[in-house]
């Protein structure tokens, strides 16, 4: 899942500072899951914000909305005939719900509640980890299922770089060296001869390099 972290209360204040109607807008997606932008989250910002903006003498009026998805146009149109009515609006979905939104009505003023921080998971309650880089060839098989392009530091592909210690990554130093576990795995399994094989060259093509990119299932398109 994509996973982010609501920006300071501060920096959506001076967002928001010269607006004395506005909504704040929730999604249903990831954020959800990682406790940053649900219906929880949304009623907590806008509490946050009146009650701040009165102890500055400067009240405002917020109301709150929480849609499937924003990054769908299906459910974008669901605030069509809302979205008017506010001065701005404030997203609480990752970097593309904003984006989906300001295409979709071009006249509303919207902005971000939320910084987008990496594709991930849940490793233990409240703690979420990076996991995929999204680099759109896909090969941790040839690693046993754990991908150094986003868990090494250096996206090494090779075998690990020797810097680390007591299996911990050089650079993130609390950081566990993913070619430590993936050495020891092929260890545990008796298949450490797999590393001796010689790779091709990663496609890199098919990475954010190449400028935005755009997927197509073509039995949905018609």
């Known amino acids: 899942m994509i996973v982010a972290d609501r920006k300071s209360l501060e920096e959506i204040l001076s967002m928001v500072k010269d607006y004395k109607n506005i909504l704040v807008l929730g999604c249903k997606g990831c954020v959800t899951v990682c406790n940053v932008g649900g219906v929880k989250e949304v009623e907590i910002l806008a509490s946050a914000l009146r009650i701040a903006r009165q102890k500055d003498e400067n009240d405002i009026t917020i109301e709150t ?20 009515n506010y001065e701005a609006v404030v997203s609480m979905a990752c970097g593309v719900g904003p984006q989906f939104l300001s295409e979709a ?31 759109g060839t896909c090969i941790i098989h040839d690693f046993d299922g754990l991908c150094p392009v986003a868990r090494c530091a250096k996206s090494l592909l090779h075998g690990p770089c020797g810097g680390s210690s007591k299996g911990k990554c050089e650079i993130a130093k609390e950081t566990i060296c993913i070619w430590d576990s993936i050495v020891l795995k092929k260890m545990e399994q008796g298949r450490l001869n797999d590393l001796l094989k010689v790779k091709p060259v990663k496609d ?14 073509e039995e949905l398109t018609k």
Request: glycine share 10%.
């Open 105 to 135: 009505y071009r006249e509303q003023k919207f902005y971000p509640a939320v910084n987008t921080t990496f594709f991930g998971g849940a490793v233990a309650h409240g703690i979420w980890e990076e996991r995929c880089a999204g680099c």
């Open 204 to 217: 890199w093509r098919t990475a954010r390099d190449g400028g935005p990119r755009r997927s197509i299932r």
């Open 65 to 84: 909305k929480v849609i499937e998805r924003q990054c769908d146009n299906e459910y974008v149109a669901q605030i069509k005939d809302i979205v008017g």
